[in-house]
């Protein structure tokens, strides 16, 4: 009895490593990667996720031998579509003939496997479209369904009484069905968490890209008083031509200005495609800094920046997203003017981010929740989630955040980037 709860067990492990694990770590590991290389990856390991359960199957009282098989089809197909279906089916059968060979037993196999991929191929597209409920009742539905079929069609061939077997029966269509449902289930929880992360970062980011308005409006309104005055100016007739040109020279670069001030606003406020790219950290870093430099004037900050050149892999808006929000807390924890320090250096192979205010600093209290949900001191000026998002940005590139603030005296962020890309040059020639 013991072995055959041991095999259970490995089939049961099979699954949540194959179905579960790796596609998750997948997800969050390798982003990089394009959707299709990510569904061949999944589709590798549910192929050895059948092959591993049919290696170790179990029995069921004295009648029925099993293996939980079914269920990596069944999710696999589901999950990866059509041709997927088509290609878990082929395998499980070119494996159960290289085990068993041709008789009555293949037979079997055949007429199931070809009543799963019915079921698969009917409602991959409802699946898909389905909420997580529905999902986990489709697919629980077609496991019963099959493995209801299974029974049948062993009763007929192997001349097996049902009546006999109703216990072991029963068990089987119960272990098919409860594995189904937690697999399905816990890929819909991983999933959901995934998409709950997204949704927060941009919903943050909307908050910020409203927070910026005011400043923005206000530095945009300077160059465009400049420059009415100096059209006010032109309008005297008697001014000379050396003077009338240096007029229309300064208001040339004050427009220009207050459009390099809306481009770069609306840049960063815009929805971003979320692709990774090779970035110029610097460029990255200087954009963030033109977004967030009407804030730093409009509070008397002085910007200071030792800024490298750097290449690393990620989305340019998370990075900026994550630059903004740290620099945007030290701007506002200097309300009556300051210093802002912004260095990159490399250090052990990573590149390392300081931003340093010195602001009012932080409590230990306040430290140990900085990046806890809705942690403000800024009551309803502040939404306590600026943090959090930039934990997940730095978690998103494999990164690491340090801070260390001194009440009074400021705070240090130290970001730590993985460095990604060796040589921009020798990757792009490659
Ligand atoms: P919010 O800015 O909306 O309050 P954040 O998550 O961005 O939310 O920051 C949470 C809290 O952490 C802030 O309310 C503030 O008390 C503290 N904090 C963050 N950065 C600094 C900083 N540079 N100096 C002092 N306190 C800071
Ligand atoms: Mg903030």
Not at 395 to 408: A, F, Q, R, Y
Request: net charge positive; proline share 3%.
């Amino acid at each position: 009895m013991d072995n055959y709860l041991e095999a259970l067990l490995l089939n049961m492990l099979f699954l949540f490593v194959f179905l579960l694990f790796i596609p998750h770590v997948v997800e969050t590991n390798l982003k990089n990667l394009s959707s299709k290389k990510k569904k061949i990856i999944f589709l590798a390991a549910a192929i050895v996720a059948i092959i591993s359960c049919m290696s170790f199957p179990f029995r069921i009282g004295n009648e029925i031998i099993m293996d939980l098989r079914s269920v990596a089809i069944i999710v696999g197909g589901l999950y990866l579509g059509r041709q997927a279906s088509v290609i878990l089916v082929g395998v499980l059968l070119i494996y159960r003939l290289y085990l068993g060979g041709l008789g009555s037993g293949f037979y079997a196999t055949l007429i199931v496997s070809m009543i799963v991929l019915f079921f698969l191929i009917l409602l991959v597209n409802v699946f898909e479209k389905a909420t997580k409920k529905k999902k986990i009742i489709i697919a629980c539905y077609i496991s019963l369904l099959t493995n209801a079929f299974v029974l049948i069609v062993r009763s007929t061939i192997f001349n097996q009484p049902f009546s006999s077997l109703l216990m072991a029966a029963s068990t089987f269509l119960l272990l098919h069905f409860l594995s189904t449902f937690f697999i399905v289930y816990f890929s819909e929880v991983i999933r959901e968490t995934v998409f709950v992360n997204k949704r927060i970062i941009k919903a943050e980011k909307l908050e910020i890209v409203s927070h910026l308005a005011s400043s923005i409006s206000h530095e945009v309104r300077n160059p465009l008083t400049v420059v009415k005055g100096f059209l006010q100016l032109l309008n005297q007739n008697d001014l000379p031509e050396d003077k009338r040109k240096r007029f229309i020279e300064l208001s040339l670069q004050e427009i220009e200005r207050a459009n390099d001030i809306i481009r770069n606003y609306l840049t960063f406020a815009k929805p971003a495609p979320e692709k990774s790219e090779i970035l110029d950290l610097k460029q990255e870093l200087n954009r963030s800094i033109e977004v967030i430099t009407p804030l730093a004037n409009m509070n008397c900050v002085k910007i200071h920046t030792e800024i490298d050149i750097f290449y690393l892999i990620g989305e340019p808006q998370l990075l900026q997203q994550c630059f903004i929000n740290i620099i945007k807390n030290c701007i506002e924890a200097m309300p009556s003017g300051g210093n802002l320090f912004i260095k990159t250096e490399e250090i052990n192979g990573e590149i390392l981010i300081e931003i340093t205010d010195n602001g009012k600093g932080m409590t230990n209290e306040q430290l140990l929740r900085l990046g806890e949900p809705y942690f403000t001191t800024k009551g309803r000026e502040g939404t306590g989630l600026g943090m959090m998002v930039v934990l997940k940005i730095i978690e998103i590139m494999n990164g690491k955040l340090d801070v260390t603030s001194n009440i009074n005296e400021g705070t240090q962020f130290k970001i730590y980037l993985p460095k990604n890309v060796e040589n921009y040059k020798k990757v792009t020639s490659v």
